[in-house]
Structure formats: structure tokens, C-alpha cells
């Protein structure tokens, strides 16, 4: 049976066109003189798969730990389907719960540990069966339900711990890094199984991670943490092609950063001198001045090997200073005659050796300048 199918045999949760299912209400959160979280305004649809994303200490976990219970705001509101959540312990908010560290009890059996969310709402026993039954179905489990935790790998742990947070139809599911103990290619398996789960079920899911790829992977809608802040709020696309702040476009994906001054800026674009008399055009984001020192951003996929201009409005000559294979493409990187260098994505079979001169070129609008201010603090 196909893991669709599979699912499709779970009861599905009623999606409604409910834009404020999950909300926080100018929250805050501070532990002494330090803010974790920062003037917190957010809100989640019902059956949206939400990814806070951003590196340690950014505020993340602390929102997901306020929204399940087990912190308490120091400011503000937090709504569950339009009702104040700030006074109910974690196990009235009907939550489930998926961990890093899988949180199993060891001595119980797998049926034992999807059971035990059903044990503790005395739900009849005859049901508590068919839905052990049907949520292991749901993860490819039923036929290890005897085994003990230990007796499974990693990846089946981890199923086990999601069969558990769904067996009794929550409302909504918030998982804490749940993919970080696993290797590479299980992580990855992982994170379609879960996005299918979810597209099947339809149940809200909020997904705290700091790995980015698995951000765009899943999500419909990633909001970006800094420093106890959500800098910005979008889709996977959004977010990759429109980044609002030099963090966000170093922290999605690979970005080449280029440092330089501005000279003009107007109708949106920015002309920038760079080192050796270089100079690119770029789309302006942000307060910029003529004058300012700027940070440029470029994806590694918008620049182009090319012998002319073709009516590109930045183009430069570099020297190839070395290749990285990756087996479908190669990254090239090159050399500036300012000092600088860019990694450009090219065809894996492209023949090109360190030492080879290249021309090289992108257009303005696939170029970000941002001030190097914001800059400076998205690399510390």
C-alpha cells in the first residue's frame, strides 16, 4: 500500500478557511534583563504547515515552548482558535508534541507509547485499538508495535514518536528540531513522508528548525527569527528570491556578498563602486543614500559564463580560481579584479581549468544591495 493511501485511511482533520487559527498578540518574552522573544505579532492558518526558522538563540524555541505551555509570556496574548490559551497547562491545549530526542518511554512497547496520549483521556478501549492500529499504519509501523524502542533505528523512533502526537486528532502538532538526530539521507526521506502526512491530514503544524533547506522543503510559509525577532514572514519562494534584509538573504540558501559604496541611487536601483574601479547595478532594498556603504547579495544561479553583454547591466571578467564538483553541476569559483570572489553555478561538464580567464554576468534584477549595516550583523 502507498504511503498516500496509507494516509488517506487516518481520519482527517476539518480544514476551515481560518487565517488566525494559532495567534500572538504583541508577545514577549524575557528572563531578566534578556528578551528571548521581542514584540511577537503572528498568526497561523489552520492546516498550515509553519516553519520558524533561524540560528541558536534567535527566539524560536521559546515561541514554540510558550504556544505548547511550558513558558508562560511575559507580555502579550497567544490565542488557540480564538481563545486565550495563557492560563491552560500544556495538557488541556490538545497538542501534540514530536521531539528531537523522540521522548519514548523505554520500557513500553511501541503500541504502549502510541497508546498513552488515548490512556490519559480514558479514551474506551476498543477505540484506543483501532487507532493504535490506524496511526501506525499512517507511519509504516504496524508491524513492529511489540517491539521496544530500542529495538528500532533512528528514523523508525522518530515515527513512532509522530504516530503518538497524532493518535488523538490534535489540533494542532509543534515539533521541536525533530529531524536533527537523523543522517542525512533518513532526514531527508523524513521531511516528505512528514510533508505528506500533513497535506493528507490537513492538521496545523507548527515546525521549529535552524536548517534552512529542510525550511523550504516542507513549509508553506517560513517566518525568519533574529534576535527574539521574526525579521520576515513569507513563502519558501518569497523568502529565496525576495529577501527583505541582508540576514535573511545570507541565511536562505548560498549567496555570494560582494562589499562596495554607493554612487547613485534612483527608480529603485542602486549603482555601486566596487574595489578596482568595478561597479555593478542593483535593486535597492532598504536606506540607502549615495555615499553609503553597501552589501551586495547574489545567488549563485543568476550568474551567467558569457563572452558579451547581452544586454545584461553588470559584467566583469574573472579568473577561475578552482572547481567544486557536485555531480548534477558544478560551483565555479571566480576571481574578480577587484580581489573578490563569487561562486558561480555552471554545467557539470563545462571544461574549465584553475587559471582560466571567464566573463561573467547577471542582471540588476537578480542583484540585491543592501546597507552594510544590516549586513555586518547578519555575518556575526
Known amino acids: 500500500m502507498t504511503m498516500a493511501a496509507q494516509v488517506a485511511e487516518a481520519p482527517a482533520v476539518e480544514q476551515q478557511s481560518d487565517a488566525k487559527f494559532v495567534e500572538f498578540i504583541d508577545v514577549e518574552k524575557s528572563y531578566g534583563a534578556f528578551r528571548a522573544v521581542r514584540s511577537l505579532s503572528l498568526s497561523i492558518g489552520r492546516g498550515e504547515f509553519l516553519t520558524l526558522l533561524g540560528p541558536s538563540g534567535s527566539g524560536k524555541t521559546t515561541t514554540l515552548n510558550m504556544l505548547a505551555g511550558f513558558e508562560r509570556p511575559t507580555r502579550g496574548v497567544i490565542t488557540l482558535d480564538g481563545k486565550s490559551v495563557d492560563r491552560l497547562p500544556p495538557y488541556e491545549r490538545n497538542i501534540g508534541m514530536v521531539f528531537q530526542n523522540y521522548a519514548l518511554f523505554p520500557h513500553m512497547s511501541v503500541a504502549d507509547n502510541v497508546a498513552f496520549p488515548l490512556s490519559v483521556r480514558k479514551v474506551p478501549k476498543p477505540e484506543i485499538a483501532s487507532r493504535i492500529l490506524r496511526a501506525l499504519q499512517m507511519v509504516r509501523l504496524e508491524q513492529f508495535k511489540d517491539r521496544r524502542p530500542a529495538q528500532l533505528s533512528g528514523g523508525q523512533q522518530q515515527r513512532v514518536a509522530l504516530a503518538r502526537a497524532l493518535v488523538f486528532q490534535p489540533s494542532l502538532v509543534l515539533m521541536d528540531e525533530p529531524l536533527g538526530a537523523l543522517d542525512k539521507k533518513l532526514r531527508e526521506h523524513m521531511q516528505i513522508e512528514l510533508k505528506q502526512i500533513h497535506e493528507m491530514l490537513g492538521v496545523t503544524i507548527v515546525y521549529v528548525t ?61 549603482l555601486v563602486a566596487l574595489p578596482a574601479g568595478l561597479r555593478a547595478t542593483a535593486l535597492s532594498v532598504g536606506d540607502i543614500g549615495p555615499g553609503a556603504p553597501v552589501h551586495l547579495a547574489i545567488r549563485p544561479e543568476r550568474i551567467e559564463l558569457s563572452a558579451g553583454g547581452n544586454g545584461a547591466e553588470n559584467h566583469f571578467r574573472a579568473k577561475v580560481d578552482g572547481r567544486i564538483y557536485h555531480g548534477d553541476h558544478q560551483r565555479l569559483l571566480a576571481r574578480l579584479a577587484s580581489g573578490q570572489v563569487l561562486t558561480v553555478k555552471i554545467d557539470a561538464d563545462a571544461a574549465l581549468a584553475t587559471g582560466d580567464t571567464v566573463d561573467i554576468r547577471w542582471r540588476a534584477s537578480d542583484c540585491r544591495a543592501f546597507p552594510a549595516g544590516a549586513a555586518a550583523k547578519a555575518d556575526s
Open 210 to 270: 535552524h536548517d534552512q533547506s529542510e525550511a523550504l522543503t516542507m513549509s508553506d510559509r517560513v517566518a525568519i527569527f533574529e534576535s527574539g525577532a521574526i525579521v520576515q514572514i513569507g513563502t519558501p519562494d518569497q523568502l529565496y528570491k525576495e529577501p527583505t534584509t541582508a540576514f535573511v538573504a545570507s541565511f536562505i540558501g548560498e549567496n555570494n556578498a560582494l562589499e562596495g559604496t554607493a554612487e547613485r541611487v534612483g527608480n529603485g536601483q542602486c
